[in-house]
């Protein structure tokens, strides 16, 4: 099992995605969605055993690795794989052969340059959870933009281009204030230790004024909040998620939105302790939370358009893992966690299911169905399903991870916690009648009576997501467990700066604690 | 080999290049004339080759330019690796302008020897204006490229396009002129000489001369002028636009890297010793054009005149590594220079390619479908695009991170940012254009429109691409190679890069 | 012998209305003159140096005078060829380019 324990395991899932997009691009046409596929079903195979290979011991990176890329600037290829990295892992790997299944007859034309972007923005997103280079993380963090703006803007619906550029401009703008802030930590550490790096670890025990930690806390916080989205920045997001592909809508909503939380923990939180940690940014953080949770689910309510609808539900969903981040203890952010998780898989589910009704009938208005119960059933069924793991029902992942998200939450800010859980039955309120007026009711349009059934490929792709939805909803512990060190770790590094940092004074993180080893190397 | 300038004959030696080059330049005149007779007709594409070859026997003697040493750095020239690295951009500059002009002069029926050797001699004037170590030397490599270019620029002379961005460029390209000479003068005046080694050691005792510095003023704005930096940039998009493009992407990268290089040679290692005096000024000129022309950008229709425009957001960009005031900041120059010179000249390439005919109008709509036309170039474009906005996988990202990087390292925190918001508005008008490439259908009628860049232009334009590509994902050697060239340079003592002989 | 003052400020002067003159004319050989005065301004400002900073400044002087030669001949070509176009050298006239 050396593979495993090695970075090949990590270096073949980032870039296993980049060969298959070049042979895609090469093969004629008629093939692209097949080597897709096997890509696809090749990363799920070798991303799988990885859950029982992570060791949940220790907060310490696994499977590390760092080889010279620019040695004179101090850019290393460095990965690795912790506890909150490692889900991120294993749902990309999941989707990614979903996906190509979802788009198998969804997409007619252009198909190689459409399976070579799907599968180049893989290989980005992945890069993103494992990447331990600053340097390394941006690359990746810029470079799956690229492919997503290609496939929203050349595959998308009828405004795809707005929606393209929206969403290119947006996370672009926010991202390169963030790379003003890498290359400001990089020239402090270089001005402190006169060695040139861009690791991670070393900027972790980089001491920082608090004045500083506020500013660079902003520049970073602001790229993570538009990825979140968080509350007034989420414009963007209802924009791309109605005019991308089906494909496209799942890897937004299933990873790349969790790019931002991701963000959060493994860099905004633990760079800078102070100013996260500081009560002003918790409670700005916990509103701007808050409102997405409630004002998102009342736009959610009034949506015509079923995939907008849907859309507007993943504002509201991260909002409470940005509740659950900013509570900053162990149930808040494991919470956060989870609810990544289960919205990574309950949303693209759903967008699954309305780009296999858009298929057949070519709307996404919900005035256009009705009583689909009758003419498609296991769709039906589905549909429930996914609804009420997406409400976040008792028995599904959604459940666990805004329980414990409001536990988290109550622990700090009572009344936030309070409100925040009437958000959950907003959910209700507006993702029912979506479902009643879709597959329940009666059945108007004669048209809708003959619409097929979903087929074979169409149920092999969502009992997966089935499954997963009812194990993190009914025995999560494997999962929490394997986190657990490194929500752990998070927790302590932020605690004890929390008595550290005074204002005007300098905060020596490294001092801090002594665990620090654990993540430098 | 070591070159004391005792004997003139020493500066035989480190003018090879040059000599090379300009000898060169009318042995292609000669040839095209021996070729032609007195007929009037179009010179053979053997006039372009042989220019071509020239260049290459030019970076030849370039690169021997490094086995040789100086004695002192008192020389009206410099022999230093600054000067050879600058020397190289220049020339890949001019071997991309004429690889693009094949075929195209043809179609314009400009084709005539006299274009090549212009653009051998306006190279020559380039690669003195890098090596000038005296005012007067610079002057005359700015003259001797500026008035080759006048004519480069107005070289279609039926087209009036042509001859108005000439008579422009020449009316504001000769003003200033009178600028940098009498800013020249008075620097003579103050300080005795106009060599800036002989200078440097005045200047504490200069610094409250207003002669002096109003001479320096003069001289800023002069030089202000020729790379093009707002409000001074005003000659620019006409110029651009009229002139033929392989010409607009020489006038874009090689006299543009030319006249970096001389602003580097005077103010940050000649001037040093007034900073504090010339970087205020500088400073809201980075900024005004950084923003002024990014915003400008925005509005063009023409796709050749928003390139215009981007070249000169890129000055800007440039003026914020002159501006550092590091060791880093003249490395990070060099080796932006370097991406620019290829992406901007790649950019003009394909708008070559996708011109229509003679006509020379470049629309944005004419680009819908491109990318789908023709896939290689469309993949081009936009890697050359994607470059310009500095994104990374791109040579463009690591020489914007390069100059942010020594800003930072120089405390120029808010240049720094200004930088990176100028890029979000740059982002715009770059992604534009892959939106229409890419995202817009083309029309119907154009469904076979041909490419008119021939093989060889293609191929430059592949290569070029390429070469953006391999600067980001191996730039170590080239960074190597930038950061000892600026060792070199700032051997003068005294200069604030701090770097000791 | 002239004192350096007197010269310095008559070429300040000529320069200066060189300057003016660029900026406020309209016709594009007038604007080619005040340009050549402004190049005679720092001929005389060298001229006038010399004494004090170097004989440098007289040979300077004929370098700029063959310039300027090269210059007249270039731009005057250039002004031919747009007024053959335009049957004008006022550069009011010349919009062809515009931002």
Same mark, same amino acid.
């Given at each position: 099992?050396?593979?495993?324990?090695?970075?090949?395991?990590?270096?073949?899932?980032?870039?296993?995605?980049?060969?298959?997009?070049?042979?895609?691009?090469?093969?004629?046409?008629?093939?692209?969605?097949?080597?897709?596929?096997?890509?696809?079903?090749?990363?799920?195979?070798?991303?799988?055993?990885?859950?029982?290979?992570?060791?949940?011991?220790?907060?310490?990176?696994?499977?590390?690795?760092?080889?010279?890329?620019?040695?004179?600037?101090?850019?290393?290829?460095?990965?690795?794989?912790?506890?909150?990295?490692?889900?991120?892992?294993?749902?990309?790997?999941?989707?990614?052969?979903?996906?190509?299944?979802?788009?198998?007859?969804?997409?007619?034309?252009?198909?190689?340059?459409?399976?070579?972007?799907?599968?180049?923005?893989?290989?980005?997103?992945?890069?993103?959870?494992?990447?331990?280079?600053?340097?390394?993380?941006?690359?990746?963090?810029?470079?799956?933009?690229?492919?997503?703006?290609?496939?929203?803007?050349?595959?998308?619906?009828?405004?795809?281009?707005?929606?393209?550029?929206?969403?290119?401009?947006?996370?672009?703008?926010?991202?390169?204030?963030?790379?003003?802030?890498?290359?400001?930590?990089?020239?402090?550490?270089?001005?402190?230790?006169?060695?040139?790096?861009?690791?991670?670890?070393?900027?972790?025990?980089?001491?920082?004024?608090?004045?500083?930690?506020?500013?660079?806390?902003?520049?970073?916080?602001?790229?993570?909040?538009?990825?979140?989205?968080?509350?007034?920045?989420?414009?963007?997001?209802?924009?791309?998620?109605?005019?991308?592909?089906?494909?496209?809508?799942?890897?937004?909503?299933?990873?790349?939105?969790?790019?931002?939380?991701?963000?959060?923990?493994?860099?905004?939180?633990?760079?800078?302790?102070?100013?996260?940690?500081?009560?002003?940014?918790?409670?700005?953080?916990?509103?701007?939370?808050?409102?997405?949770?409630?004002?998102?689910?009342?736009?959610?309510?009034?949506?015509?358009?079923?995939?907008?609808?849907?859309?507007?539900?993943?504002?509201?969903?991260?909002?409470?893992?940005?509740?659950?981040?900013?509570?900053?203890?162990?149930?808040?952010?494991?919470?956060?966690?989870?609810?990544?998780?289960?919205?990574?898989?309950?949303?693209?589910?759903?967008?699954?299911?309305?780009?296999?009704?858009?298929?057949?009938?070519?709307?996404?208005?919900?005035?256009?169905?009705?009583?689909?119960?009758?003419?498609?059933?296991i769709f039906a069924l589905m549909l429930v399903f996914a609804a009420l793991a997406s409400i976040g029902l008792p028995g599904t992942g959604g459940f666990v991870s805004e329980f414990l998200v409001l536990i988290g939450t109550f622990r700090v800010q009572p009344w936030i916690a309070f409100i925040a859980a009437s958000g959950v039955i907003f959910a209700a309120f507006y993702m029912l009648p979506m479902v009643q007026r879709t597959v329940f009711n009666s059945l108007t349009r004669p048209a809708n009576r003959a619409?097929?059934?979903?087929?074979?490929?169409?149920?092999?792709?969502?009992?997966?997501?089935?499954?997963?939805?009812?194990?993190?909803?009914?025995?999560?512990?494997?999962?929490?467990?394997?986190?657990?060190?490194?929500?752990?770790?998070?927790?302590?590094?932020?605690?004890?700066?929390?008595?550290?940092?005074?204002?005007?004074?300098?905060?020596?993180?490294?001092?801090?604690?002594?665990?620090?080893?654990?993540?430098?190397? | 080999?070591?070159?004391?300038?005792?004997?003139?004959?020493?500066?035989?030696? =480190?003018?090879?290049?040059?000599?090379?080059?300009?000898?060169?330049?009318?042995?292609?005149?000669?040839?095209?004339?021996?070729?032609?007779?007195?007929?009037?007709?179009?010179?053979?594409?053997?006039?372009?080759?042989?220019?071509?070859?020239?260049?290459?026997?030019?970076? =030849?003697?370039?690169?021997?330019?490094?086995?040789?040493?100086?004695?002192?750095?008192?020389?009206?020239?410099?022999?230093?690796?600054?000067?050879?690295?600058?020397?190289?951009?220049?020339?890949?500059?001019?071997?991309?302008?004429?690889?693009?002009?094949?075929?195209?002069?043809?179609?314009?029926?400009?084709?005539?020897?006299?274009?090549?050797?212009?653009?051998?001699?306006?190279?020559?004037?380039?690669?003195?204006?890098?090596?000038?170590?005296?005012?007067?030397?610079?002057?005359?490599?700015?003259?001797?490229?500026?008035?080759?270019?006048?004519?480069?620029?107005?070289?279609?002379?039926?087209?009036?396009?042509?001859?108005?961005? =000439?008579?422009?460029?020449?009316?504001?390209?000769?003003?200033?002129?009178?600028?940098?000479?009498?800013?020249?003068?008075?620097?003579?005046?103050?300080?005795?000489?106009?060599?800036?080694?002989?200078?440097?050691?005045?200047?504490?005792?200069?610094?409250?001369?207003?002669m002096f510095l109003i001479g320096a003023g003069l001289l800023l704005v002069g030089l202000a002028f020729k790379v093009a930096v707002m409000p001074f940039h005003v000659w620019t998009p006409d110029a651009y636009d009229g002139a033929p493009t392989p010409v607009t992407a020489l006038m874009a990268t090689g006299v543009k890297a030319a006249a970096f290089a001389a602003f580097i040679r005077v103010f940050a290692v000649g001037f040093a010793g007034i900073y504090n005096e010339w970087s205020v000024v500088l400073s809201?000129?980075?900024?005004?054009?950084?923003?002024?022309?990014?915003?400008?950008?925005?509005?063009?229709?023409?796709?050749?005149?928003?390139?215009?425009?981007?070249?000169?957001?890129?000055?800007?960009?440039?003026?914020?590594?002159?501006?550092?005031?590091?060791?880093?900041?003249?490395?990070?120059?060099?080796?932006?220079?370097?991406?620019?010179?290829?992406?901007?000249?790649?950019?003009?390439?394909?708008?070559?390619?996708?011109?229509?005919?003679?006509?020379?109008?470049?629309?944005?709509?004419?680009?819908?479908?491109?990318?789908?036309?023709?896939?290689?170039?469309?993949?081009?474009?936009?890697?050359?695009?994607?470059?310009? =906005?500095?994104?990374?996988?791109?040579?463009?990202?690591?020489?914007?991170?390069?100059?942010?990087?020594?800003?930072?390292?120089?405390?120029?925190?808010?240049?720094?940012?200004?930088?990176?918001?100028?890029?979000?508005?740059?982002?715009?008008?770059?992604?534009?254009?892959?939106?229409?490439?890419?995202?817009?259908?083309?029309?119907?009628?154009?469904?076979?429109?041909?490419?008119?860049?021939?093989?060889?232009?293609q191929l430059a334009m592949s290569v070029s691409a390429v070469a953006v590509l391999a600067l980001f994902f191996v730039p170590g050697w080239v960074l190597d190679v930038a950061q000892r060239s600026v060792a070199s340079l700032f051997t003068v003592p005294g200069t604030f890069f701090g770097l000791g002989p | 012998m002239l004192p350096l003052n007197a010269a310095l400020f008559l070429s300040a002067i000529l320069f200066a209305i060189g300057t003016a003159g660029v900026v406020v004319r309209r016709n594009a050989i007038?604007?080619?003159?005040?340009?050549?005065?402004?190049?005679?301004?720092?001929?005389?400002?060298?001229?006038?140096?010399?004494?004090?900073?170097?004989?440098?400044?007289?040979?300077?002087?004929?370098?700029?005078?063959?310039?300027?030669?090269?210059?007249?001949?270039?731009?005057?070509?250039?002004?031919?060829?747009?007024?053959?176009?335009?049957?004008?050298?006022?550069?009011?006239?010349?919009?062809?380019?515009?931002?």
């Amino acid at each position: 099992m050396d593979f495993y324990r090695s970075h090949w395991v990590l270096t073949f899932l980032v870039f296993a995605p980049l060969i298959g997009a070049v042979v895609a691009l090469v093969l004629p046409a008629a093939r692209a969605r097949w080597v897709a596929l096997w890509t696809g079903v090749i990363e799920l195979l070798v991303a799988t055993p990885l859950f029982w290979t992570f060791e949940p011991v220790g907060a310490a990176m696994q499977n590390e690795v760092a080889l010279p890329w620019i040695p004179n600037w101090g850019i290393y290829y460095r990965l690795g794989l912790d506890g909150i990295s490692l889900f991120m892992v294993l749902l990309t790997a999941l989707l990614l052969p979903l996906m190509v299944l979802g788009s198998w007859t969804y997409i007619k034309d252009r198909e190689r340059v459409f399976y070579a972007m799907l599968l180049a923005l893989t290989t980005g997103v992945m890069g993103v959870f494992v990447a331990l280079d600053m340097f390394l993380f941006y690359v990746f963090w810029e470079m799956m933009l690229i492919p997503m703006y290609f496939l929203i803007g050349v595959w998308g619906g009828k405004d795809r281009i707005y929606a393209a550029v929206k969403f290119f401009l947006y996370t672009a703008a926010g991202s390169l204030l963030m790379l003003v802030g890498i290359l400001y930590l990089f020239s402090r550490y270089q001005a402190l230790t006169g060695e040139s790096s861009f690791a991670y670890g070393d900027f972790l025990s980089l001491p920082l004024t608090s004045g500083e930690q506020a500013w660079l806390f902003a520049a970073f916080a602001i790229a993570f909040a538009i990825k979140v989205p968080v509350f007034p920045l989420h414009t963007w997001l209802p924009a791309a998620h109605v005019q991308a592909p089906t494909a496209g809508s799942v890897i937004l909503a299933g990873v790349l939105l969790k790019m931002g939380t991701y963000g959060f923990l493994r860099f905004a939180l633990p760079l800078f302790p102070g100013a996260a940690s500081a009560d002003t940014t918790v409670l700005l953080f916990m509103v701007l939370g808050l409102i997405g949770i409630i004002y998102t689910a009342m736009v959610a309510a009034v949506q015509p358009n079923a995939k907008r609808l849907v859309a507007y539900t993943s504002v509201a969903h991260l909002g409470f893992a940005v509740l659950g981040i900013f509570a900053l203890n162990v149930q808040g952010i494991q919470g956060a966690l989870i609810l990544m998780i289960a919205h990574g898989v309950s949303t693209p589910m759903l967008f699954f299911l309305l780009g296999m009704l858009y298929e057949r009938t070519h709307s996404y208005e919900i005035e256009d169905f009705g009583g689909l119960a009758a003419s498609i059933p296991i769709f039906a069924l589905m549909l429930v399903f996914a609804a009420l793991a997406s409400i976040g029902l008792p028995g599904t992942g959604g459940f666990v991870s805004e329980f414990l998200v409001l536990i988290g939450t109550f622990r700090v800010q009572p009344w936030i916690a309070f409100i925040a859980a009437s958000g959950v039955i907003f959910a209700a309120f507006y993702m029912l009648p979506m479902v009643q007026r879709t597959v329940f009711n009666s059945l108007t349009r004669p048209a809708n009576r003959a619409i097929p059934d979903l087929c074979g490929r169409e149920i092999a792709l969502l009992v997966p997501l089935v499954a997963i939805i009812l194990w993190l909803g009914i025995y999560p512990r494997p999962i929490l467990e394997r986190m657990e060190p490194s929500v752990g770790r998070l927790i302590e590094r932020v605690e004890t700066s929390r008595f550290v940092s005074t204002p005007g004074e300098a905060v020596v993180a490294s001092s801090a604690s002594s665990s620090d080893e654990g993540i430098r190397e | 080999m070591t070159l004391d300038f005792a004997s003139q004959a020493d500066y035989l030696l =480190a003018l090879l290049p040059e000599i090379v080059l300009s000898l060169w330049a009318m042995l292609v005149l000669m040839v095209d004339v021996f070729q032609k007779g007195n007929r009037v007709e179009a010179s053979r594409p053997v006039v372009a080759w042989l220019s071509l070859a020239g260049l290459v026997v030019t970076a =030849a003697a370039n690169g021997w330019l490094l086995t040789i040493e100086e004695a002192a750095v008192t020389g009206m020239v410099a022999v230093d690796s600054f000067r050879v690295f600058v020397n190289f951009i220049v020339l890949i500059a001019a071997a991309l302008a004429i690889l693009i002009s094949i075929g195209y002069l043809d179609r314009r029926g400009i084709n005539r020897g006299e274009f090549y050797a212009l653009l051998l001699f306006a190279t020559v004037g380039m690669m003195l204006l890098g090596a000038a170590r005296d005012l007067i030397l610079l002057f005359l490599a700015l003259e001797l490229m500026s008035v080759a270019l006048y004519v480069l620029v107005g070289f279609d002379r039926r087209d009036p396009r042509s001859s108005e961005g =000439a008579l422009k460029y020449f009316l504001l390209g000769s003003f200033s002129s009178g600028f940098l000479l009498y800013g020249i003068a008075l620097v003579f005046g103050s300080a005795r000489s106009t060599n800036l080694s002989a200078i440097v050691p005045l200047l504490p005792s200069l610094q409250e001369s207003p002669m002096f510095l109003i001479g320096a003023g003069l001289l800023l704005v002069g030089l202000a002028f020729k790379v093009a930096v707002m409000p001074f940039h005003v000659w620019t998009p006409d110029a651009y636009d009229g002139a033929p493009t392989p010409v607009t992407a020489l006038m874009a990268t090689g006299v543009k890297a030319a006249a970096f290089a001389a602003f580097i040679r005077v103010f940050a290692v000649g001037f040093a010793g007034i900073y504090n005096e010339w970087s205020v000024v500088l400073s809201w000129l980075a900024l005004l054009t950084m923003f002024g022309a990014n915003l400008i950008a925005l509005t063009q229709g023409s796709v050749k005149r928003m390139l215009a425009y981007s070249s000169i957001a890129h000055a800007g960009y440039l003026l914020v590594a002159v501006l550092a005031a590091n060791a880093y900041g003249a490395a990070a120059f060099l080796f932006y220079l370097l991406v620019y010179t290829l992406m901007t000249a790649g950019a003009f390439g394909i708008v070559i390619a996708n011109s229509r005919g003679a006509n020379e109008l470049n629309k944005l709509d004419d680009y819908a479908g491109f990318g789908w036309r023709e896939p290689l170039l469309g993949a081009v474009f936009s890697i050359f695009l994607l470059s310009l =906005a500095g994104f990374p996988l791109t040579g463009g990202f690591i020489g914007k991170l390069y100059i942010l990087r020594s800003s930072l390292e120089a405390g120029n925190v808010e240049l720094a940012v200004s930088l990176v918001l100028a890029s979000v508005i740059s982002y715009f008008y770059y992604l534009r254009v892959v939106v229409v490439m890419y995202m817009r259908p083309a029309p119907a009628e154009e469904a076979n429109r041909t490419v008119l860049l021939t093989g060889p232009g293609q191929l430059a334009m592949s290569v070029s691409a390429v070469a953006v590509l391999a600067l980001f994902f191996v730039p170590g050697w080239v960074l190597d190679v930038a950061q000892r060239s600026v060792a070199s340079l700032f051997t003068v003592p005294g200069t604030f890069f701090g770097l000791g002989p | 012998m002239l004192p350096l003052n007197a010269a310095l400020f008559l070429s300040a002067i000529l320069f200066a209305i060189g300057t003016a003159g660029v900026v406020v004319r309209r016709n594009a050989i007038i604007l080619f003159m005040c340009i050549e005065l402004m190049l005679n301004a720092a001929n005389l400002a060298f001229v006038a140096l010399s004494p004090y900073a170097g004989i440098d400044g007289q040979v300077i002087v004929f370098f700029v005078i063959a310039v300027a030669a090269a210059e007249a001949a270039v731009g005057l070509a250039i002004i031919i060829a747009v007024f053959r176009h335009a049957e004008s050298v006022d550069i009011r006239n010349f919009s062809l380019l515009r931002w």
